[in-house]
């Protein structure tokens, strides 16, 4: 393939040098269902942009609504300044499954689902629109949620920052096969493992201040502990988007 | 504080512009103690580095070893040829500690332990550091391991590129407080809670194609169902480095 735009269809993000998987590219992927699987099921990512040339790289909570990603912050913060006016970004999720203990040391290795995104960021200026995402900020994570809370203020509508970029480049790239040593390697006396891991969540603990007959709704369900994450994560985001 | 840098001194990193948490500044810290036991507790990190003004924002496995960083990957990467000569790079770790439900849309968090750490990043070039560097990547998450595989071949040492990035400025950034709602929202009859999460290491899957008699050493002990994947790791970092 060569390095010029692929073009987009209904179900793929195009390809050009940003997004194409080149090392291990067996292991890219670049349609809509892989790409948006992998970000549904997750709530933290990491964007990196640039500000006088110094990248940094900035943990945040985010989703996902069609083609468009929105993510959030204070209006006082670093990365909201530089990117209000639409700034290249790229954000990326990880979903970190093993730790790969192989014969030799160049096989080790780790199993990983990720989606690196970039597009050009901004801020939502439009009230509006500002205001529909801040109520799927909350319930894309817990679906119907903003119905019960009290109403953001004016000030706390003002106070929040919130980003938006349209995917124009993403790969997904998945490792998921485990041990991968060389064939000779397989016949030395030496131990190898796949060590597995998952996110999952804990014991939810009610706030101590709960007013008397309070109780956890039954829609927050999906949260349940020992579960993961992820699931609980990809359910809510099929419900708040149906 | 003004924007002048700090002076170094043995205990804390410096603090300028980069790296001074300017949003909810009592969530910071710069002493070398915090900084690296949140480091030595993760074994994921994202780097963010740029190309052409275009910010790219990479998962990889790194390590720590004193003040500086290491990472890897196959010499054919993007992010590589452009680090090569020394280029300015942010790593980031977050650990994502709970999902905090609250009262009102605006006080919905989430409780987090993460690392930004400024450098330049350049590549290994002189043999005997990367040799070293090579043990390492493997014996900073399994000590001693690297002495018991097939010895690595000339050709997977120039096929591994290792990248090292002195901390210049580092910033850990904790939230550890659950719901926090404003005053008068704790009378209303809404339910908030923290749901608490953790990474934790499943059942080790040793290779099917293991040689007869070879068993698990009990050097990996320390990697054992159920237990956090960041307490594995801070205990192995400790052991390889005590």
Redesign the interface.
Known sequence: MSDTDAPADATSYPVDA?NRV???HDRGFYDHETVHRLLDAA??C?????VD???????T?FWREGTRLYWH??S???MLRNLAEGE?????V?H?DS?V??????N?S?D?R?V?A?GQARLVSDLEEKRRA??M??DR??PG??A??????EQ?IK??AVIVMEIERAAAKIRAK??A?DEE???????????????????????P???P?????PD?AA?REGRS?EDALAEAHAEAYR
């Open positions: 940003r080149k090392r291990r709530a933290l990491h964007v990196a942009y640039v040339g110094q990248p940094y790289c900035t943990p909570l912050g204070s006082a913060s670093r290249p970004a790229c954000l990326t990880t970190f730790i203990l192989a014969r030799c040391g160049f080790h780790a990983y990720s690196m970039f801040l109520v900020m909350v994570f817990f949620r903003t019960g809370l009290r109403a953001s203020t706390e106070a929040t485990g041990v040593d390697d397989y016949a030395l006396p030496i131990y190898a493992e796949r060590l597995p891991l998952r996110t999952v969540i804990g014991a939810p603990e009610p706030c201040r709960l007013r007959g309070v109780a956890r709704a927050l949260y994450l």
